[in-house]
């Protein structure tokens, strides 16, 4: 079987991880670094891919790189508002793509990158940490099955020192970063909801606190879904004690679950705790994933529509901070039209 050539665009940040995961996969090989910063191509290099060989190619211009190395997907991690813009030229190159959380910074993208996808028949997974872990498998696959009765409740939190984490970086630059920890870390806990939920955003009501920076640090909001699963989430910026936590109440049952890697679990029948949930499946990376995924092993753990929904729900969360009343998707608002006499 001939390997799957891989091309990074951005070698900053979370793409070491990548690279380091990518590389010991026998499936695919590592052909192209694509970075503006010299040093971070480097670094990439030295760091993380002394043992390539051949040594990846490098460059600065990304339709160059998709031109010359003509790879056969790439994963992009660069700022979040240029994903949309990366993503849709390596589509257009005939890739497949895995691109770091969030997929796009807008709504109205994310349908675009999923209709151009679906056209060109290519790939595209989200690299968001829970969608590959067994606990959330397990999970969804509860409420899909309705084990537990029906989902009724979800509540949760995710806390991170980010504000001083990121000070000085893109991340704090609305430009850049299309917000703040919301659309940072915190995409991880929403995208878990959303993930398990599955169902469109009806309405949100939010509220957020910059702490004299350009950008969210923490937020609270209530997200009513269509399907009628309501969810109160409050995301951290600004606490040094890492963690996360997410429980869902169930008309026959509980599950609490970490909401940002997936790494526990804990499950209640009726009143009954289950001391160990049958979770047989093994966790996956989303590189793994996604490598599979290519290949007809394995159906991608996240889609465009992961995607779209977080990305409405992302813009009904700043819109109800910045109006200070809740915010509601357009088909909940023509509903609700229509329902008043």
């Keep these: 079987m001939t390997a799957i050539r891989?091309?990074?665009?951005g070698c900053g940040g979370y793409a070491g991880a990548h690279a380091r995961r990518l590389k010991a996969n026998p499936d695919c090989r590592i052909v192209a670094?694509?970075?503006?910063?010299?040093?971070?191509?480097?670094r990439m290099l030295e760091t993380h891919l002394t043992d390539a060989a051949p040594a990846p190619a490098t460059y600065h211009d990304i339709p160059a790189m998709l031109g010359e190395a003509?790879?056969?997907a790439v994963v992009i991690a660069t700022p979040h508002t240029l994903h949309f813009e990366h993503a849709m030229a390596a589509l257009e190159a005939g890739c497949h793509v895995l691109i770091e959380k969030p997929m796009v910074t807008r709504?109205?993208?994310?349908?675009?990158?999923?209709?151009?996808?679906?056209e060109l028949g290519r790939i595209v997974i989200v690299g968001y940490n829970t969608p590959c872990t067994p606990e959330f498998r397990y999970l969804r696959a509860l409420i899909r099955g309705g084990e537990l009765g029906r989902l009724e409740l979800v509540?949760?939190?995710?806390?991170?020192?980010w504000l001083d984490g990121t000070r000085g970086s893109w991340r704090q630059q609305p430009?850049?970063?299309?917000?703040?920890?919301?659309y940072d870390s915190?995409?991880?806990?929403?995208?878990?909801?959303?993930?398990?939920?599955?169902?469109p955003v009806a309405e949100v009501y939010a509220a957020i606190d910059n702490l004299d920076t350009p950008v969210d640090i923490n937020s609270a909001m209530t997200i009513r879904f269509a399907n009628g699963v309501m969810a109160s989430i409050a995301i951290g910026g600004n606490c040094p004690a890492n963690g996360s936590h997410m429980v869902y109440l169930f008309d026959g049952g509980r599950v609490e679950i970490d909401g940002w890697s997936g790494s526990w679990i804990n499950l209640w029948r009726g009143r009954d705790r289950i001391k160990y949930p049958p979770i047989t499946t093994a966790p996956q990376t989303p590189d793994d994933n996604f490598i599979d995924a290519i290949l007809g092993r394995a159906e991608p753990g996240t889609t465009p529509e992961n995607g779209i929904i977080q990305c409405e729900l992302m813009d009904l969360i700043y819109e109800s901070a910045r109006t200070g009343a809740p915010a509601r998707s357009k088909e909940a608002h023509q509903a609700a039209v229509l329902d008043t006499p």
Aim: net charge negative.
């Design 107 to 118: 709504a109205a993208d994310a349908h675009t990158l999923a209709a151009r996808a679906r």
């Design 6 to 9: 891989l091309a990074l665009i």
């Design 33 to 42: 670094l694509c970075d503006t910063s010299d040093v971070a191509l480097k």
């Design 175 to 182: 430009s850049l970063s299309g917000g703040g920890q919301a």
């Design 70 to 72: 003509k790879p056969d």
């Design 155 to 161: 509540h949760g939190y995710l806390a991170q020192g």
């Design 186 to 199: 915190g995409a991880h806990l929403l995208n878990s909801l959303c993930w398990s939920v599955e169902s």
